[in-house]
């Protein structure tokens, strides 16, 4: 099993008699077998995904986001230690894996996709970076953005750079992920690589999308055209990115309800950003700030609980 055995218990802690919990997934497989690349886990092993969901589930209570919206916006408190299961991104094997444990376990899941993702099988930014800092010839390394020098020699050093690399971005208001993402490959001399059809890269295409949001269990959101941090954006940037994406979803028949920002830190959003999402019909956009919710939580300011298989919560 990868990583920590105590995973599922953790998320069950964060369950509340009063208070919603809202785990942010974003994949599972089969089994790790890259020796860098999902250093984090957020990609949890199918066994330990498994024994998560089952462990919540004796003291939780599942609840759709259709639900959580409901409890929200009408002030009601929700059921003792209810919790909610979204996806980020919309990885293949949110379907062909997680799903299938989920509606055996009868938990509904909301999966917020990335349309240029489904679209082009696309990767994100830190995905096209961990490919790249994996199959690297061992080197040296100065960026301008450190005063350090990185060695990238082993599976260690190379997985000490790339959490570096998150640290940096994750806590740098100013930096853009893509533009970070699309130079860093750049110096490493491999930014052509754009896609990839590994179990960590691949993801879902639109018949999976319409499936799942035909399934009765599965409710599919969007998380944007091209990932980009929202708040980043201009005007007429904004409206392409949810414009784009809330049309490609439409097209198949998916209700403009459900978004999550993409990054998803107290930065990536703002005011603006929900103005703009309430005007094209989306009233509930959870972020990727930890913690839970109470009745009276703002459905745009919704908490989640980030879920690697290495967290400590």
């Not at 929700?78 to 379907?95: H, L, M, Q």
């Not at 099988?121 to 390394?141: A, F, G, H, T, Y």
Request: with cysteine.
């Amino acid at each position: 099993m990868l990583f920590n055995k105590n995973l599922p218990v953790l998320l069950q802690n964060r369950l509340s008699n009063s208070e919603l919990a809202i785990y942010l997934f974003h994949g599972v497989i089969e089994k790790q077998v890259d020796p860098v690349r999902n250093y984090t886990g957020k990609h949890l092993e199918k066994e330990l995904f498994v024994n998560c969901m089952k462990t919540i589930l004796r003291k939780g209570v599942p609840i759709s986001m259709d639900e959580v919206l409901y409890f929200c916006e009408n002030n009601l408190p929700f059921p003792k230690n209810a919790f909610a299961v979204t996806f980020d991104d919309g990885f293949e094997n949110n379907i062909s894996i997680a799903a299938p444990i989920l509606a055996d376990l009868k938990i509904p899941a909301t999966i917020y996709i990335t349309t240029k993702f489904i679209n082009e099988n696309s990767m994100s930014w830190i995905d096209r970076i961990e490919l790249v800092v994996q199959d690297v010839p061992n080197c040296k390394l100065k960026v301008n953005w450190s005063s350090n020098e990185f060695c990238l020699s082993d599976s260690e050093s190379r997985i000490s750079f790339l959490r570096y690399v998150r640290e940096y971005v994750k806590n740098t208001p100013i930096c853009d992920p893509n533009l970070f993402s699309q130079e860093l490959c750049e110096r490493l001399g491999n930014a052509a690589i754009l896609a990839s059809n590994s179990q960590l890269d691949l993801k879902m295409n639109w018949d999976q999308v319409a499936y799942a949001n035909q399934s009765g269990f599965l409710t599919i959101g969007g998380h944007s055209h091209t990932h980009p941090i929202l708040s980043f954006l201009n005007h007429d940037d904004l409206a392409y990115e949810l414009d784009t994406s809330l049309g490609m979803m439409s097209a198949i028949g998916v209700s403009p309800i459900h978004y999550s920002y993409p990054e998803g830190l107290k930065h990536c959003f703002s005011e603006t950003v929900i103005d703009e999402l309430k005007l094209r019909g989306v009233k509930c956009c959870p972020t990727a700030i930890d913690g839970v919710n109470s009745k009276n939580s703002n459905p745009f300011l919704l908490n989640r609980i980030m879920v690697n298989a290495d967290c400590d919560l």
